[in-house]
């Protein structure tokens, strides 16, 4: 009788989706030390499941001083971009099983902005860039009694640029962001192009103004970071092209 | 339970410093900040020519750099054939006097626009960027004006 109870444990044992993986963390708390360390977690996972809940077995379990961003937990409100095997992604949209989990899987902070503490960074710098490019509908004259009508066709010439969440992946995998933090960054630029394009925009003259300066759309070097990083999936390389176009075409 | 607590805090926050009002925690401060209101525009149009620039010369380059290596080192008998002899008569024609002036402004143009592109990417602090750039324009008005001079007073019975 002993050996069908013994097969069967071993066979649950066999088909446990479970494995372990090794996370390591860049740990950061300026309160003990201004450097920071690389800490390893060894947890067990189910590679099924994403990075995301690796990190809240580690701060639920093992060390609840580990600090991060996240709030929906289903990408869409981009609060837990990353650095994840030195790639920025979505801890919530990255599964184990993808990113290679015999080797250690390094998760770091986004480069660029400042570290406040673990995976958190400041987000000001980003934000004012957004900010500075005048996110929001502007109009002349009296305000329609009803919506504002728009075409099919209308709607879809900036479509892919509405898909942006402010996660901040793309920024911060700009090599020139990364240098001096004053260049508007891709985020920013995408969401400029998202009411450049607008038909029922009448702002758009003042938003390529802005984009025309210094720290605008000239410093991009085309490297494709930003599309490579965009959890999203926007072409933002060609947004950003475009809003070249429009600025050389305008006054040509 | 205190016990599982205390093994629950990870080697990084082990030694927890306390801080208070008398203590507090360090401020820390953004390595680099974007100004709090929309910047204004400073210099025109400058970058998109610049940018431009880089794009329209870099077709013209193409077609003068390619030409000259062509004429200088392949065609009619290769290097062997250049001395100041060969120099002087292609300087005998407009039109190859016109093509080596070209070929000067926008290569140095070109490469000067370029670098300055470089110098404001990697050129982490403003003295440095000041310095560079110094530099670089002092060098490239230089080269342009010394070639210049040479291609527009080319003496072919100089001895």
Not at chain 1, 11 to 17: G, R, T
Not at chain 1, 221 to 227: D, L, Q, V, Y
Not at chain 2, 4 to 15: K, L, Q, R, W, Y
Request: glycine share 6%; proline share 5%; net charge neutral.
């Amino acid at each position: 009788m002993a050996t069908p109870v013994m097969d069967k444990a071993e066979a649950e044992a066999a088909a446990s989706p479970y494995i372990t993986v090794t996370f390591r963390i860049r740990r950061f708390n300026p309160e003990l030390s201004e450097h920071a360390v690389w800490e390893d977690f060894p947890i067990e996972i189910d590679p099924k499941e994403r990075v995301l809940d690796g990190l809240h077995k580690i701060k639920w379990d093992l060390d609840g001083t580990l600090t991060f961003r996240r709030s929906c937990a289903h990408g869409i409100c981009g609060s837990d971009a990353m650095r994840i095997n030195g790639k920025n992604r979505l801890a919530c949209k990255t599964l184990i099983k993808d990113i290679n989990p015999e080797k250690p899987i390094t998760v770091e902070a986004i480069k660029g902005l400042t570290v406040l503490k673990d995976l958190v960074v400041d987000m000001e710098p980003f934000f004012q860039a957004y900010r500075d490019v005048m996110p929001f509908l502007v109009t002349k004259g009296n305000e329609p009694t009803r919506e504002r009508l728009q075409s099919a066709e209308a709607r879809e010439r900036f479509d892919d640029t509405t898909k942006c969440i402010l996660c901040a992946a793309c920024t911060t995998s700009c090599p020139v962001f990364w240098n001096d933090g004053q260049y508007f960054g891709p985020a920013a630029i995408v969401n400029a192009h998202r009411f450049i394009f607008d038909s029922r925009d009448e702002a758009g003259e003042q938003r390529l103004e802005i984009l025309n300066d210094k720290d605008g759309v000239w410093r991009c070097r085309t490297t494709f970071n930003c599309t490579d990083a965009c959890p999203r999936g926007i072409e933002v390389t060609k947004a950003i092209q475009e809003v070249k176009r429009a600025l050389i075409t305008r006054r040509f | 339970m205190s016990t599982d607590t205390s093994s629950a805090i990870g080697p990084v926050e082990g030694d927890a410093v306390v801080y208070d009002v008398d203590n507090p925690a360090p401020l820390i401060e953004a390595p680099r900040k974007r100004t709090g209101k929309t910047p204004r525009a400073t210099r025109g149009n400058f970058e998109m020519a610049a940018w431009l620039f880089m794009r329209l010369s870099g077709v013209v380059l193409v077609v003068l750099v390619i030409g000259h290596l062509l004429i200088q080192l392949v065609l009619d008998g290769g290097v062997s054939k250049i001395g100041f002899a060969f120099v002087a008569g292609r300087w005998a024609s407009p039109f190859w006097q016109v093509w080596d002036l070209l070929m000067l402004w926008l290569a140095m143009l070109h490469g000067a626009n370029g670098l300055r592109t470089v110098i404001n990417d990697y050129a982490e602090r403003p003295n440095t960027r000041l310095w560079l750039k110094g530099l670089l324009y002092t060098a490239t008005v230089f080269t342009i004006l010394l070639g210049t001079l040479v291609i527009f007073t080319f003496d072919p019975n100089i001895r």
